[in-house]
């Protein structure tokens, strides 16, 4: 039966470019960003207990790494996607390094000043980044087609949900966990709380880069947007919403939340609140999420 459920998923991901015109295959790959940045931002949030605000803000450092490599000194894109991957993961060492260990509210105000400066920066910073007006950087492929920058996300998104998944069956996964349940008992069991934490802060970040970079370079334009806190404040919901803790939840909530967003996006910037008002009514009567909720009504079947 799971070889099937999983022919099944495989055949439905392989589908949009066939039978969704370009508006909804455009909304399809924007989903699989935010599949990505969830995904990403609930191994830190999900298996460790670490609630970080910067993650938009990786996505941000990836995007705009890549994207002036390509435009200032003609680096390909793929090369600036990786340059700006491995660019957001040392800022993530370098910045979990520094709060890590305080842990609590104390790591999210500091995330989540690192956010808003990283914001300021590239506000303000004119001559690089084009500040509000955005920075118009080269697209992936010479022709453009939504079809293979759909198939390029795909590729990407699977392979980020592959490594997590790999990640969380090891013994490191095991670690994640014992510290989300109780760090002292992990402690005292010989795990280094610390160097689990700084590990699982890092391969998020870098995720986060490496879905900046893609989104750079689809879109063709990098604004201040990208590492907002609109933004941040986006990813949280579609993981809490999915089901934050589990590995489909991300992925549901983000597919989820990025469909709706379509359809009251009529309401502009009011959008959030909505999500906000969705979050406050999953978290009453179903605090595991959709994915969560999908579960217990199948066991009870």
């Known amino acids: 039966m799971k070889r099937i459920g999983l022919a099944a998923l495989i055949l439905a ?54 994207g002036m490599l390509a435009l200032y000194w003609g680096v390909h894109p793929a090369l600036g996607i990786l340059a700006g991957t491995l660019l957001a993961g040392l800022l993530g060492a370098a910045l979990g390094g520094l709060c890590i260990r305080m842990g609590g509210i104390y790591l999210s ?8 400066i990283l914001r300021i920066v590239i506000t303000n910073e004119e001559q690089w980044t084009r500040g509000t007006m955005g920075l118009q950087v080269p697209g992936f492929f010479t022709h453009y087609s939504k079809t293979s920058y759909y198939f390029l996300f795909l590729i990407a998104t699977l392979l980020i949900l592959v490594l997590i998944r790999r990640i969380l069956a090891s013994d490191m996964g095991l670690a994640f966990r014992a510290v989300l349940n109780d760090e002292l008992a992990a402690a005292t069991s010989g795990i280094n709380t610390v160097r689990v934490r700084l590990l699982a802060f890092t391969f998020s970040s870098a995720m986060a880069g490496l879905a900046g970079g893609l989104y750079a370079h689809y879109l063709m334009l990098i604004t201040p947007d990208i590492p907002s806190l609109g933004q941040m404040f986006l990813v949280l919901a579609m993981a809490v919403i999915g ?15 990025e469909v709706l967003s379509e359809y009251i996006r009529i309401y502009g910037e009011y959008h959030l609140l909505l999500f906000g008002l969705v979050a406050l009514i999953i978290a009453r009567f179903a605090p595991e999420g959709i994915a969560g909720l999908a579960t217990r009504i199948g066991g009870r079947r």
């Not at 392989?14 to 191994?43: C, D, E, G, R």
């Not at 105000?109 to 808003?116: A, N, V």
């Not at 489909?248 to 939340?257: C, S």
């Open 243 to 257: 089901g934050m803790g589990s590995f489909a939840g991300p992925v549901v909530g983000a597919f989820a939340l």
């Open 13 to 66: 991901a392989l589908l949009p470019p066939f039978v969704l015109n370009q508006y909804w295959l455009h909304v399809a790959i924007i989903s699989l960003f935010y599949v990505m940045l969830a995904s990403s931002w609930n191994l830190i949030a999900g298996y460790t207990g670490q609630v970080s605000f910067a993650h938009a803000a990786f996505a941000g450092v990836g995007a705009y790494g890549s």
């Open 109 to 116: 105000l500091t995330t989540l000043g690192f956010s808003e």
